[in-house]
């Protein structure tokens, strides 16, 4: 009789599983596409127009820019309440730069070429230094995050009022109103090349991930299953491209500027808008703050952190210190945003990023951060801002009053969280 026992048979795995599809991710397409498409019939037509989608996607740029910082905040147990606020005086701080400080400090006028650039760099240090102070409240000093950033709401709010005296700035400097979106696009051509290296690149990474995966033993998805997403991922990139290429520029606007658009009207020109540059923006923000999530010690000490506090403390992890680090991460995010907000807008408003914290922390929610800690993505928050975005212009677009939006937002916001609960509970049943 031979002593070698036999191997332990392997679980059985769904044909899900098999697949290892992300239900959850599925779940926030298909209420995305859900909301369009009932949106799309209540509206007949419109709301699935080039030119909405166009709005649609840089309305949303902002929000989901600062979701991106909420997931780690909220993946470490912690809360930010300011990021609206702190958005304001941001964009307070970049108007007085611009058509104030620099002028009167400098002789910078207006359309210098250093303007724009040493405006953003002030105010993604101004977002910095405050999102670090508040951080070192939580931190070194065991406020609790949710009453410090309640006191930097009503601070910051008021700050940016008293830096411009209560008044709108503007117009903002042209290059910096680029930023915005309506005003800064790459075209069709080079929305194209943007989208095919971007389709390219996706696929490579995807092809990677799953050569990685089978080199170290672990389970990979059937072939089939692999070749039908990777050409649902490029089929989406490159059909958001030519949904964006398919918005023209109006004749009027070409004509007020035709060398902007290297064409005349009379020859019968015909510009599209294509990618905006605010895009561009939050792809780049997404790709570094997934790397960050996935790729690196800061990314893993953050959910270490949230999944077991005391646990992550006693291994030598500087809880403080990088409660600090994450606040200041999310102080210059939401100076990204205030950077997009303001130019899309081209002034700086007294009321700019009114209730955006909470636009905020419902699309990190809805995108699956578990308020609990420890349990977040990046790409489900961006999903989240969309989802947010798209009910809100539906229902302006269908003539639904703002307060009974806020009521829907609201009652889906409640609805997230629960689905989120019992997710969590019957997967820790499993």
């Known amino acids: ?185 790459l075209g069709a051509f080079w929305s194209w090349v943007v989208g095919i290296v971007a389709a390219v690149l996706s696929l490579v990474a995807m092809w990677s991930a799953r ?48 060398s902007l658009f290297g064409c005349d009207v009379a020859e019968g020109c015909v510009a599209a808008y294509g990618l905006p540059y605010s895009v561009l923006v939050l792809i780049a923000v997404a790709i570094v703050m997934t790397v960050i999530a996935l790729r690196t010690r800061l990314g893993r000490y953050i959910f270490a952190t949230g999944g077991n506090p005391d646990a992550a403390e006693l291994s030598g992890i500087n809880t403080r210190l990088l409660t600090v680090k994450i606040f200041s991460m999310v102080g210059v995010l939401s100076a990204l945003a205030g950077i997009v907000a303001s130019a899309r807008l081209g002034y700086h408003t007294n009321d700019i990023g009114t209730l955006d914290e909470l636009r905020v922390i419902a699309a990190a929610v809805i ?20 989802i947010m975005q798209s009910l809100q212009s539906g229902m302006a677009m269908v003539g639904v009053d703002a307060p009974y939006q806020n009521i829907v937002v609201g009652a889906v916001l409640v609805a997230a969280v629960w689905i989120d609960i019992q997710y969590r509970k019957r997967m820790g049943a499993k």
């Not at 740029?61 to 005086?89: E, N, P």
């Not at 995108?367 to 969309?386: D, F, H, R």
Request: charged share 10%; glycine share 12%.
């Open 211 to 258: 050569r990685t995966k089978t080199s170290h033993g672990f389970p990979v998805k059937p072939m089939w299953a692999e070749a039908l997403i990777m050409a649902v991922v490029a089929g989406a990139i490159l059909g958001f491209v030519a949904i964006l290429n398919a918005y023209t520029v109006p004749s009027r606007v070409i004509a007020r500027d035709p």
């Open 1 to 185: 009789m031979s002593d070698q026992s036999a191997p332990s048979p392997q679980p059985k795995r769904s044909f899900l599983q098999s697949l290892e599809v992300d239900t959850r991710l599925l779940g926030m397409i298909g209420a995305f596409l859900i909301v369009c498409i009932v949106f799309n019939l209540l509206t007949d037509g419109r709301f699935l127009t080039p030119r909405n989608v166009f709005n649609l996607t840089i309305q949303t740029v902002s929000v989901a820019i600062m979701a991106t910082g909420m997931v780690f905040v909220i993946v470490t147990r912690h809360i930010d309440l300011s990021v609206g606020a702190l958005l304001a005086t941001c964009t307070a701080v970049m108007g007085m730069t611009q058509t104030a400080w620099l002028p009167q400090l400098f002789g910078l006028e207006l359309g210098h070429p250093l303007i724009p650039w040493i405006t953003i760099a002030i105010g993604l240090l101004t977002g910095a230094i405050i999102g670090a102070a508040q951080g070192w409240l939580v931190g070194y000093q065991a406020i609790p995050a949710f009453i410090v950033t309640l006191g930097g709401l009503l601070i910051w709010r008021n700050v940016g009022w008293w830096l411009t005296d209560g008044a709108t700035i503007g117009p903002l400097d042209q290059t910096f109103i680029l930023f915005g979106g309506i005003n800064g696009t």
């Open 367 to 386: 995108g699956g951060t578990a308020l609990s800690g420890g349990v977040g993505t990046i790409y489900g928050a961006i999903i989240g801002a969309l």
